[in-house]
Nanobody, 121 residues
Framework: VQLQASGGGLVQAGGSLTLSCAAS????????MAWYRQAPGKQRELVAG???????NYVDSVKGRFTISRDNAKNTVHLQMNSLKPEDTAVYYC????????????????WGQGTQVTVSS
């Protein structure tokens, strides 16, 4: 199972970006999918998460600006980021709790490779 993230880049403050993450491999089922970010010198933090039922949660600093969504048929999760601020600059990582076909029971935590988001002032 692999997660492939895309969509990062350089944008001016106030602009928008959409991150996407696609899962591939022998997947039996998905649980929670999420986006984390890590800025230089800071710990990785949870930005947004979404359950397989569609319930979402966001870190306070992005509420009202970011929207997480998922397409279960395509095994993808997206993060729409609007009104971007310089403090949103970080490497963004997608995360998914997945039960691979090879696993008899339970699920495993998978991470994408990270995509850089840079917001200029």
């Amino acid at each position: 199972v692999q997660l492939q993230a895309s969509g990062g880049g350089l944008v001016q403050a106030g602009g928008s970006l959409t991150l996407s993450c696609a899962a591939s491999g022998s997947i039996a089922s998905f649980n929670t999918m999420a986006w984390y970010r890590q800025a230089p010198g800071k710990q990785r933090e949870l930005v947004a998460g979404i359950t397989n039922g569609g319930s979402t949660n966001y870190v306070d600093s992005v509420k009202g600006r970011f929207t997480i969504s998922r397409d279960n048929a395509k095994n993808t999760v997206h993060l729409q980021m609007n009104s971007l601020k310089p403090e949103d600059t970080a490497v963004y990582y997608c995360n998914a709790v997945i039960k691979p076909v090879s696993l008899i029971a339970g699920a495993m935590d998978y991470w994408g490779q990270g995509t850089q988001v840079t917001v200029s002032s």
